[in-house]
Structure formats: structure tokens, C-alpha cells
């Protein structure tokens, strides 16, 4: 059996890691790597290879950064002549970015069965290009594994044959698990001068977030206040760095003193400095269940979660964009008592290895 599995953009290295290592188990399973080459720089995507020890992709399309139908146009291109010259059986996804939608579309068009690792999970917020994403991609899926019982859920809702759908737990968890001791070792907290526990670290990305001068100008109207109590660390996404400087709000973010920006950042690195935060404050989806795990308090600056177990589990607060709900959200967590924060089901670090026993099972 053939299966060809897809990687585009940064959340997608870490949860193809574990699924490529489990493979080694089922010799029945043949599988490549492809790389659609949606992210490229560096820091956003070799880096990833290297520390998480992925192979090298055996394909890459190269495609680059363009408007979202451009982008999704060219990899669909570039992807179709691949499919017909390897006659994959199947082809994996992972997540909710432009690469999984648009191979998706072109597996399913060639006959080869569409896995899609990460289904069900739903903002209900259709101006998200995510959500676009993963309501079209699960609609074509033919295995939909799912990382918590919400997506199972939404999944019956839609219609889809229950008899595709699996909760597995979480593949982005493996990760974690996985290089959590080595992540350790990482000097950044020495690097930066921080003591565990005493600073926060945010991370911003989304276009709702960063593309609109105003409401990324609201947002740094909480985080002046709360750099006042403890350093603020904010590795930047390239998309937010053109943001700041096409809206001048670079020179106000290099006016306080204790927000201290950094470029995109290893998988090491970011992790090590999540796990010693007081608290994280993103609009990341991924982020929102390493913290979980790292039971570390979460602010999101976002309307809404795809993610609903994050909060239930107490880990997630959604505060949304609003300057003074985000700084009340930020206060209660430096001035509250440590919050009890629960493990999701499954999330055992075992998730890879049962979609591949069900995928190895499934084309015996
Ligand atoms: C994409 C995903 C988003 C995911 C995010 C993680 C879609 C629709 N969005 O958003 O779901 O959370 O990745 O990072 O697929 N750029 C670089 N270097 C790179 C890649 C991008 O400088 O290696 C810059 C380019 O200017 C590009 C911009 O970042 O135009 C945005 O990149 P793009 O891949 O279009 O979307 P992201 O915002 O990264």
C-alpha cells in the first residue's frame, strides 16, 4: 500500500512527525513525503525537519506564498501529475491549511482514498480560511481521525458515516511527549534572562488578528498593560512582522520595554519557553492544546475555539479581542492560585500509531 502524506505550512511538521514514525511498524505500508512548499523560509519550515527528526519530504512542490487561490490553485497543479505518476492508494492530511484542502481535492479526484488526520474540529466561524478548510476536506474524507469528542460530534451532525470517523487523540500531543526532556535542555530561559514562571509568551497570526491595523493596535493596547507586570516574549510570525511595519505599529511595540520580539522560533526552543510561562497568550489553535498538556494557563485572542476540550479541561480561556477583557483574563491568572488542569482523553502520546494500525488494517 501506497500512501503519499502532505506537509505545506509550520503546524503541519509537527503532526506528520509521529504518523512518519509509526509507519516504521507496518513494512505492508509504503510511504512518501511530500512538501507542498507553502512555507519555505528557514525558520518556518527546515528547522522543523531537523529537530523533529522528519525525513526528508521525498517530493517538493515549492509552490511559495500567493493570495489563497492562487496558493491553493498552484499546489492542486502541482500535486495532480505526482498522483498520477505514483498511484498513490491513499494520501494523508493533517490540519486545516491551504495544502490540505487543495491535495485533498486533487487525491480524491484521482481515485486514491483521502485520510485526513485532525477532522471534525469546527470554529462554526466561516470567515476563518481554516474553517473553509477543514468543513471541505472532511466532506471528502474517506478516514476522519479526530483529536477530541467535539469533532466526533460535529462530524454526526454534518452527516458523515460514523463508520469513517475515529477518535484517536492527538498526533501534535506525540510531539510533544516526545521532546519535552530534550526541549529542556534548551538555554532560552537563560538566553533571555527570564526566571520560570515570572514571564508570558505570545504568539499572534491571524489575519482577523494582525492584518487590521485597529484591532492589532487594540491587542497591543492590553499587552502594554500587562508587560508592566512581567515580560512579555513574542516570537513573530512573518505574517504579523508585515503587519506591524505596514501599519507603523512596529514603533509602538519598540517602545515597551518589557515586550520583547523575536524572530520565529525552533519547536525546542517554543516549547521550552511554553512550558516555564505564567501564562501564553495566542490566537494559534496547536498552542491552545500544548498548553493544555503543559498545564499552563491559556489566553486566546480569538471570538471562538475549534478546540472546545482546551477549555473544558481549564486549561483555555477565550477572551476574544476586546483590550480590557484580555487584560482581566491576563490579571486573574497572575493573581490566581494555580488552576487544575485536566488531561483530554487520549492525548497519551499514542495517537500516530493507532491511525496507522487503522490505515494498515483498513487496506490489509
Ligand atoms: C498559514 C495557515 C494557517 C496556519 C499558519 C501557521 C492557511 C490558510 N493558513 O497561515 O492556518 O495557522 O500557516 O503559520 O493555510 N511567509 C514567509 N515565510 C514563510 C511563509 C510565509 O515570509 O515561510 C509570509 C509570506 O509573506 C506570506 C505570509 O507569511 O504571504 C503568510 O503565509 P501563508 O502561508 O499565506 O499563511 P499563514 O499566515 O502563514
Known sequence: MKVINIV????????????????????????????????????????????????????NLEVGSASHAAQTAAIMQAFEPVVMEHKPDAVLVVGDVNSTIACGLVAVKLGAK????????????????EEVN????????????????????????????????????NVMIDTLMRHRAKADESPMLKRLKLKPREFAVLTLHRPANVDDPAIFSGILDALEEVQKQMPVIFPIHPRSRKGLVSSGLDKRVAAMKNLQVLYPLGYLDFLKLMSEAKLVLTDSGGIQEETTILKVPCVTLRENTERPITVECGANTVVGRDPKAILSA???????????????????????????????????
Open 330 to 364: 491576563c490579571s486573574a491568572i497572575l493573581k490566581g492560585s494555580a488552576r487544575d488542569i485536566r488531561t483530554p482523553p487520549l492525548w497519551d502520546g499514542h495517537a500516530a500509531e493507532r491511525i496507522v494500525e487503522i490505515i494498515a488494517r483498513a487496506f490489509a
Open 8 to 59: 505545506g505550512a509550520r503546524p503541519n511538521f509537527m503532526k506528520i512527525a509521529p504518523v512518519m514514525e509509526a509507519y516504521r511498524a507496518h513494512p505492508s505500508i509504503v510511504p512518501l513525503l511530500l512538501h507542498t512548499g507553502q512555507h519555505y523560509d528557514e525558520a518556518m519550515s527546515k528547522l522543523f525537519f531537523d529537530e523533529l527528526e522528519i525525513p526528508r519530504p521525498d517530493i
Open 114 to 129: 483521502l485520510i485526513h488526520v485532525e477532522a471534525g474540529l469546527r470554529s462554526f466561524d466561516r470567515t476563518m480560511p
Open 134 to 169: 477543514r468543513v471541505l476536506t472532511d466532506a471528502i474524507s474517506d478516514f476522519l481521525f479526530c483529536t477530541e469528542q467535539s469533532g466526533v460530534d460535529n462530524l454526526a451532525k454534518e452527516g458523515v458515516d460514523a463508520g469513517k470517523v475515529h477518535l484517536v487523540g
